[in-house]
């Protein structure tokens, strides 16, 4: 299938695109890497009379440190991140859910804030900053507002962000002293959306995992620290919380299957490296 018209601006600043969004409203929308939107267009699930590209906006196209954290801008390619010198230093947990994403040629066209304000609930990113906790910086005519991760994603394909709104910046928390990060996920072959993921984020407070692929959105479980029948008991509660659906990729008992399993692992392989351990 092919789209409908649209009309098409390349975008030069943030300010070019706020105003714009500004006036074209719901009938407008960001076009970045589109991995996903054009898929949307090509099928007419949605149809917008304009497409602003800030895929080539380079003001918008930086990723870097500032204060505790990384700064992805919304023109950033998922490549661009990936292959950072010291990403697994920085993010470690970025570093290993990358390769899960799709292949190489989606992510030297998708961009970070794209997979962010597309909002898909088996997505790697959008997992991610659930589980750091991050945060989502989005853009008006009227200025700018922060909002953490559990604020910003509200459902399937669902976010907070206003139609006037473009989410300029995306933030990811550095990692912590002491920290252990994991993350695993099973898909029926490599590259595809994930059935279940797994992130794990392991301090002296105690545990975080977060679960894609099962709730509408990224959800959090935060407990303490947990051995044995304690864990099991927990991740067996958080499995049962995230309501699994059946529906033509996996049945909701399997998934929470998966849940268990994989969240045990991360967890056992987040609390490994708080002290260095493979
Ligand atoms: C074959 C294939 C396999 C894939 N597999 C995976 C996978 O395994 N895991 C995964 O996570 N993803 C996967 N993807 C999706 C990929 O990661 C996309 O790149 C990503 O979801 C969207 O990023 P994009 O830059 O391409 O955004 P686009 O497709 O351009 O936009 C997506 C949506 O977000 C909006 N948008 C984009 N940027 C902004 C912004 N700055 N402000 C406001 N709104 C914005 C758009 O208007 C649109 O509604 C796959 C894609 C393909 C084609």
Known sequence: MKPGAFDYIRIDSAEEACELLAQYGDDARILAGGQS???VLNMRLAQPGLLLDVSRTAPLDYVRLQD???AVGAAATQASVEWRAGLAGEVPLLKLAFPHISHFQVRNRGTVCGSIAHADPSAELPLCLAALEGEVVLRSKKGRRVLKAGQFF????????RPDELVE???????????????????????????VACAAVVSRDGIRLAVGGVADRPRVARWPHLEDSALDAALNDFAWDLEAQDDPHASAKYRRHLVRRLGRRVI???SAATSGEK
């Not at 509200?154 to 962000?161: E, I, K, P, S």
């Not at 995306?170 to 059935?195: N, Q």
């Open 169 to 195: 910046e995306v933030r990811y928390p550095l990692a912590a002293t002491g920290t252990g990060y994991a993350f695993e996920e099973f898909s029926t072959r490599h590259g595809d959306f994930a059935i």
């Open 154 to 161: 509200q459902g399937m394909l669902l976010t907070a962000r």
């Open 68 to 70: 505790d954290k990384l």
């Open 268 to 270: 056992q392989q987040a």
């Open 37 to 39: 939107l054009m898929t």
